[in-house]
């Protein structure tokens, strides 16, 4: 199992280029959960799917932030336009219940 | 609003010596879990605790959770270099989503 696969590891771009994240749960895990992480605010949850359906976004920051999982081994995280305060490491996690919950290795995102 | 408090913060100890870091929260919840990330890389699972009462340990980790006292302790036994990392705890409050603490960052000093 190759665990969490997120992509790009890391990106660099310019204040107001769209950024796209993408991530690969663990097959068979059912839902899928995006979180950010920042030195000021922690770790926090953007948005998370169950069998592709988003259930919460009430994480997201506002409207530049979207997230779509079109099906279930596939999601992204699209920010359109980027902002320097958008600079963060982003998780994209899976989980199959409550016994286990994955997390990937990251993306380092950096507006300037 | 869930809120999940850690202490410390930052906690430097010498090799050899016991400690614990302490996880509080604000809501009833009877799933809890650890992590450990190491600088610049991702969460590592390290307990999940799913009831009131529930004790887990791995080498010279053990964690419990309170669900009464809303409390769960993370406790390090003899701890060794290797140990040095930041820990969160977790708290799932019943609809899949998991709140995180702060964080406690572990210097472990030879």
């Known amino acids: 199992d190759a665990g969490v696969i997120q992509s790009p590891r890391h990106e660099v771009t310019e204040m107001g280029q769209e950024v796209t994240l993408r991530c690969k749960p663990i097959s068979g895990h059912n839902s899928l959960f995006w979180y950010r992480q920042t030195m000021m605010r922690g770790l926090e949850l953007l948005i998370y799917f169950n069998n592709n359906v988003p259930i919460d976004d009430s994480g997201m920051p506002e409207d530049r932030f979207s997230a779509k999982m079109p099906n279930a081994s596939f999601s992204t995280l699209k920010i359109q336009p980027s902002e320097p305060r958008d600079s963060a490491v982003y998780f994209c996690?899976?989980?199959?219940?409550?016994?286990?919950?994955?997390f990937g290795p990251g993306t380092r995102l950096l507006v300037l | 609003e869930l809120k999940v408090e850690q202490n410390p913060l930052f906690l430097s100890m010498q090799e050899g010596k016991n400690y614990t870091i302490y996880c509080n929260y604000s809501?009833?919840?009877?799933?809890l879990y650890w992590y450990r990330q190491d600088p610049g890389k991702s969460l590592e699972s390290l307990f999940v605790?799913?009831?009131?009462?529930a004790v887990k340990q791995e080498g010279r980790l053990m964690a419990s959770l309170d669900t009464k006292a809303r409390l769960s302790t993370l406790h390090i036994t003899a701890a060794v270099h290797d140990l040095s990392a930041t820990y969160f705890c977790?708290?799932?409050?019943?609809?899949?989503?998991?709140?995180f603490g702060t964080g406690t960052r572990l210097t472990i000093i030879p």
């Open positions: 605790l799913l009831s009131n009462g």
């Open positions: 977790a708290v799932d409050e019943g609809n899949e989503k998991l709140t």
């Open positions: 809501t009833t919840s009877d799933r």
């Open positions: 996690a899976s989980s199959e219940g409550l016994s286990r919950w994955d």
